[in-house]
């Protein structure tokens, strides 16, 4: 049997966002292989063998790998448009555009959406697609292929839409499946893709879009497939007064009521925005296990409103973050996300007391990591988990006289990553991708997203 490689990382500050929140000012990690063998602080111990790489990370700070729970990868192709609108105005602009999606679109839109989170910390990934119009290929052959190639951590959620505008929906009718198409190429999706072992790149979850684009049925009868196949169930919900309106009209309750009723809360469950929820919802949330993947840009770009992650933690709910699609957060960045979830959080009635430093963090990390079903692998950095970090630079102009690195990551500039590591292979150097040409991403990106909207503007 070969010999396992490791690689020694010495001298900087490490966050581990373990249980207790452990923290050296000055330490070392031994990655071994695909893992995590040892940390703690000062040097590593002497006489390791098969070290085949000792990195001198001095004015750094290791943390775990971001987490991303919830994104649309083929926004990237739509960015910067109803700039000035909610979200139900801002779907019904963007839809026709999205319906004429094809392979080679999502195939670009995916590395441009992926390379931009890889290049800030994000470790692991997940994309909610769910705009499969008819004849457009092999989507989600399409998503898997770029992040295997990227090196990143994926969760494809394999969405659905079958309300169309007939049916009383929002997507216009070329743009959504029958259920039956639906749930057939989501089985095969999950029998094709996902991967159940520990140290799995690709992981598969059901996930119909949204009480307003998907039936009743479908909902239903999604919640049943992921539990015969044993893969997790994400959807959108409570993210606007409008869809709260929508429930109480056509289902004669709120979204979580609504939820509920189709078997759709449970430790397998996570759920993007959950802005608007009374006290009964978020105890609701709590009881069941079900987690929120926070999207603090989003939900301001789109003028939904300040979720309630102060209490959502309180009550024990698991929260992770979210970029959200990067047609309502162009950016399309995580790190960020840390500083915006403290921000808006403290813009809520909890005010200073609502979010502290470390807790953004932690959502960022082992908070996502939870809300994907991988916080036994991912997450944090402690023995015998996956090697997942990043090494962020700190003793430049924009953090050296932050007083503490943590706080220097989550309310300081966007700090430069040096280092990032999935499974202990390196997959980010001094800020750029080792994995592919951003500069080629770029062109390819910026050409698809102008065949898309000559395609559009054609009708
Ligand atoms: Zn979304």
Same mark, same amino acid.
């Given at each position: ?5 490791? =690689? ?22 031994? @990655? ?18 098969? $070290? $085949? ?37 801002? @779907? $019904? ?7 004429? !999606? ?36 092999? !989507? ?48 095969? =999706? ?9 140290? &799995? ?39 606007? $007064? ?120 932690? @959502? ?11 916080? &036994?692998?991912?997450?944090? @950095? ?8 990043? !090494? ?68």
């Amino acid at each position: 049997m070969e010999a396992v490689r490791r =690689t020694v990382i010495e001298n900087c500050a490490i966050a581990t966002v373990d249980a207790k929140d452990t923290e050296y000012a000055s330490g070392h990690l031994v @990655l071994a292989g695909r893992r995590i063998e040892s940390l703690g602080a000062g040097r590593a111990p002497e006489g390791l063998e098969n $070290v $085949v790489r000792r990195i001198d990370a001095t004015g750094h700070l290791a943390t775990p790998g971001l987490v991303n729970t919830h994104h649309h990868f083929y926004q990237w192709l739509t960015r910067g448009l109803a700039t000035d609108r909610n979200l139900f105005d801002w @779907l $019904v602009a963007l839809y026709p555009a999205w319906a004429r !999606l094809d392979e080679p679109m999502v195939h670009a839109a995916a590395r441009g959406s992926l390379a931009m989170m890889v290049r800030g910390g994000v470790t692991t990934a997940a994309d909610h697609h769910y705009v499969f119009p008819r004849g457009s290929g092999d !989507l989600s052959g399409a998503l898997v292929q770029a992040a295997r190639d990227l090196g990143v951590r994926f969760t494809l959620a394999r969405g659905s839409m079958d309300l169309g505008e007939k049916d009383g929906g929002l997507p216009p009718d070329f743009a959504v499946e029958t259920i039956e198409d639906a749930l057939a190429a989501t089985e095969e =999706t999950v029998r094709r893709h996902h991967d159940p072992s520990f140290d &799995a790149m690709t992981r598969v979850a059901v996930a119909p879009c949204s009480p307003f684009s998907v039936s009743t049925e479908l909902m239903r009868r999604s919640a049943e497939l992921a539990r015969g196949l044993g893969v997790r169930l994400h959807t959108h919900g409570s993210e606007t $007064v409008e869809e709260v309106k929508f429930c109480h009209e056509r289902f004669g309750r709120g979204p979580t009521d609504y939820f509920e009723s189709t078997g759709w809360l449970g430790e397998d469950v996570w759920m993007a925005h959950c802005v608007h929820m009374d006290d009964s919802d978020v105890a609701a949330f709590a009881r069941t296990g079900t987690g929120v993947a926070h999207c603090p840009s989003s939900n301001a770009r789109l003028a939904a409103g300040i979720a309630r992650v102060p209490d959502l933690l309180a009550a024990g709910v698991p929260v992770g973050l979210g970029v959200d699609g990067t047609a309502s957060n162009e950016s399309g960045e995580l790190h960020t996300e840390l500083r915006n979830a403290l921000l808006v959080a403290r813009l809520g009635p909890h005010r200073e007391a609502a979010l502290t430093v470390r807790q953004a963090l932690r @959502l960022g990390t082992h908070g996502g990591a939870r809300v994907l079903g991988r916080a &036994a692998e991912t997450g944090s @950095l402690e023995p015998g988990k996956l090697a997942d970090l990043v !090494l962020w630079r700190m003793d430049t102009l924009a953090h050296a006289s932050v007083a503490d690195p943590v706080a220097a990551l989550v309310l300081g500039a966007p700090a430069p990553v040096t280092a990032s590591f999935v499974n202990g292979r390196q997959i980010v150097e001094g800020g750029r991708l080792r994995t592919a040409d951003e500069d080629e991403i770029a062109r390819t990106t910026r050409a698809q997203a102008r065949r898309l909207a000559e395609i559009a503007a054609r009708g």
